[in-house]
């Protein structure tokens, strides 16, 4: 199943931003309220003495009074210890039992929010599902993902077993885009039910704060989109209670109204989260008002994390076998260009399959003033205007499916190519090799009307839209998307062109030039040993400052003082460490980024101390990345190592994980910890220099827990990416 398209037309761009800020601004997480279908009891965690509740704690439970009583007072010691044994156990707390009460079975559960104890006690089912019956259902679904041929016939099988086992009139499988809009892939709908699939949603109806708690919270259930919240009491005199892992959280009211003008009457959503990303979503919905009990949602959440990692295999699988591909090809065209008359004879003979290497509509090889095309291609003025451009745009790869956005003049052959894929092989000559995708004009569906996706009512609050009815939209001016793939090859073919023309050249130089040859041989040894020399400085250099700051920190007596010292040493030994890793590299304009985080890890593990040896690991795939980005995300990365020791572990070794990993046209690195958890963000010169790092990346780092530890994700371009024209 194709990819839709990223970025949805002038709709997705139109949507009025100030709205959507609004949205992204709403404490969707402290809401001060529960839905009322269930009921709540704060207690202290030590003490188990009850504080807040909220809910019909008296209906449910059948207790008159609540407040001021223990856990065990009210539910009973046995069901009060095992609360305290999951919570102190588990750092996400748990399920804590089936039980009767007041005459109605009740699910328990609880979780700890910092010294609060958070009880939710809910409906449950008059006789709990068999534990064979629940493996039995998810084996059979298992079964049938594993025998899906592609992603499309996966989610169709997938929304078909999500329905059979929750019940609900209506499941969708639903999958965020590049720009945080999303799509409905597949789609399983009772009779009656209006259908949306292959509709997409604009990035404002789950904003970013609701994204983050669904990779939190992994099932969210609204009963009934009609409910009344029902408030926290007494009310709350300090911070107010955070709600994020609670599964009774009252919901955004201005989410309740967009449920209503759906025409829903129960709701329920199952994140679909892939290596800590949030993939997409199971959406669940029901004409009337329908609960969805624990041991329902335990299978949803099983069922969805199948669901994940099947579509990670099918994705890491199509992305070997695209690499395969690619690799025969590369071959391919490099033996084209080692027949008799190497490059300046094979040029134009080799352009078809330069064309089919990356599947590209048309090719363009523009070398010593001679411009050879194959299959659609612009007009050869306009081609060779256009490598003119590319050859302004610097040394890096450019990349874009969007082309008349970037380059506004290619609005004139938008038809022959909207995407551009584009490398100067060498500047010298010049060499510049092109390749185009034909614009695939696309109608996408709309949920309603994306600019209207949001809006502020005459009090100015927030409120959805009202109609879901289809709005098309015709997106012109794109093509297919690179993969990553494609551009690491483009890059490697880059690198073995340069290789048989500096080939060809020395062949012809030892023919001819034996002797200039020979004086050449003994000017890069001479520049390689200066460059070792200065190497060899900088190092000792850089070892002089450290071992002064450590004479300076043993000289003062004043402990903050001989900290910051200590501080300053190894922030220069990261720096030598970054150097010297950076210089025992063997190419020089691009670097394979994964050996060289394993490569300066390595170094980073014997600098820190035998204490710590085998303590910081990295797991990383192959990604060729420009050098001065390679530099960049080795400070990056060497900061947050220093910070996972400072503050996780207190300065003591612990476990530190280091992860690369290609992320559609991004890389992600994540940096994992095992310590103590999300701290405060600093506001020294380390926090100063890392923003700094990242916004030079033009990436972005955030930060989520890790139960236990703390997890560091950057996530930026391999190459930095072009500037849209002005």
């Not at 040394?395 to 909207?418: C, G, I, M």
């Not at 093509?479 to 062109?497: G, H, N, P």
């Not at 460490?577 to 020089?588: E, N, S």
């Amino acid at each position: 199943m194709a990819d839709p398209i990223p970025l949805m037309g002038d709709a997705a761009r139109n949507a009025d931003p100030g709205n959507d800020d609004a949205c992204a601004r709403e404490p969707i997480h402290v809401p001060g309220a529960i839905q009322p279908h269930g009921a709540m009891l704060v207690a202290g965690r030590t003490t188990q003495e009850i504080t807040h509740g909220a809910g019909d704690v008296r209906g449910l439970l059948g207790v008159q009074a609540w407040i001021g009583r223990t856990l065990g007072e009210v539910l009973g010691d046995g069901l009060a210890q095992r609360i305290a044994r999951i919570t102190q156990s588990s750092a996400s707390g748990g399920y804590a039992g089936h039980v009767g009460m007041a005459g109605a079975p009740l699910d328990i559960s609880a979780h700890v929010d910092g010294d609060r104890l958070i009880v939710e006690i809910e409906p449950g089912l008059e006789t709990p599902l068999p534990a064979t019956a629940i493996l039995g259902q998810l084996e059979a679904a298992g079964a049938a993902f594993e025998r899906a041929a592609s992603l499309k016939a996966l989610c169709d099988r997938a929304v078909v077993e999500f329905r059979r086992i929750t019940g609900f009139d209506r499941v969708m499988i639903y999958r965020f885009l590049d720009d945080s809009a999303g799509a409905v892939l597949a789609e399983d709908v009772a009779e009656g039910m209006p259908s949306f699939l292959n509709h997409h949603f604009p990035g404002s109806d789950i904003p970013a704060q609701a994204r983050a708690l669904y990779v939190r919270n992994l099932v969210r259930v609204i009963p009934d989109v009609g409910y009344a919240p029902a408030a926290l009491e007494p009310s709350w005199a300090d911070v107010p209670l955070d709600m994020s892992d609670c599964v009774l959280r009252s919901v955004s009211p201005v989410h309740m109204q967009y449920l209503r003008n759906m025409g829903v009457g129960a709701s329920a959503s199952v994140s679909i989260v892939m290596d800590g990303v949030l993939w997409g979503l199971i959406a669940c919905h029901h004409r009337e008002p329908k609960l969805m009990p624990y041991d329902v949602r335990a299978a949803a959440r099983t069922l969805a994390g199948g669901f994940a990692r099947q579509v990670k295999a099918m994705e890491e699988a199509e992305g070997y076998r695209e690499r395969l591909r690619l690799r025969g090809l590369e071959d391919e065209v490099t033996a084209r260009f080692a027949r008799d008359g190497g490059l300046d004879g094979n040029l134009a003979e080799a352009a078809p399959t330069l064309r089919r290497m990356l599947a590209a509509d048309g090719v363009a090889a523009f070398r010593a003033g001679e411009l050879h095309m194959d299959g659609a291609h612009p007009p050869e003025s306009q081609v060779l205007d256009l490598v003119r451009w590319v050859e302004a745009q610097g040394p890096h790869p450019v990349v874009t499916d969007r082309l008349p956005e970037a380059y506004p003049a290619a609005r004139a052959f938008q038809a022959q190519a909207s995407g551009l894929l584009a490398l100067v092989v060498a500047p010298d000559e010049p060499f510049v090799i092109l390749w185009f995708r034909a614009e695939e004009v696309q109608v996408v569906e709309w949920a309603g009307n994306p600019h209207k996706a949001v809006a502020l009512d005459q009090d100015e609050a927030l409120t959805p839209r009202a109609s879901f009815e289809a709005w098309r939209e015709t997106v012109e001016g794109r093509s297919r998307r690179w993969s990553l793939a494609e551009v690491d090859a483009a890059a490697r073919l880059r690198d073995t062109l340069l290789e048989a023309r500096s080939h060809r050249r020395l062949q012809e130089l030892n023919v001819r030039l034996s002797d200039a040859v020979r004086e050449k041989d003994g000017l890069l040894q001479q520049k390689e040993l200066l460059i070792k020399e200065v190497n060899h400085r900088i190092q000792n250099s850089l070892q002089l400052v450290s071992s002064f700051l450590g004479l300076q920190a043993r000289s003062l007596a004043d402990p903050s003082i001989h900290a910051a010292f200590d501080e300053a040493r190894r922030r220069l030994q990261a720096v030598a460490l970054v150097h010297r890793r950076l210089y025992r590299a063997d190419q020089i304009e691009t670097i394979e980024l994964g050996r060289y985080l394993e490569e300066l890890v390595a170094d980073m593990n014997a600098s820190l101390g035998r204490e710590w040896e085998g303590l910081v690991t990295v797991e990383a795939s192959p990604i060729l990345i420009p050098t001065d980005r390679a530099v960049t995300l080795g400070l990056v990365v060497t900061e947050l190592v220093i910070n996972a020791n400072k503050y996780a572990y207190g300065g003591a070794p612990g476990p530190v994980q280091v992860t690369l990993e290609a992320q559609r046209a991004n890389l992600r690195v994540v940096v994992a910890d095992q310590g103590q958890g999300k701290h405060a963000p600093g506001e020294g010169f380390g926090s100063r220099m890392m923003t700094a790092m990242v916004r030079q990346l033009q990436g972005e780092l955030v930060f989520a827990g890790n139960r236990p530890g703390l997890r560091a994700i950057l996530t930026c371009p391999v190459a930095a990416p072009i500037q849209p024209a002005t």
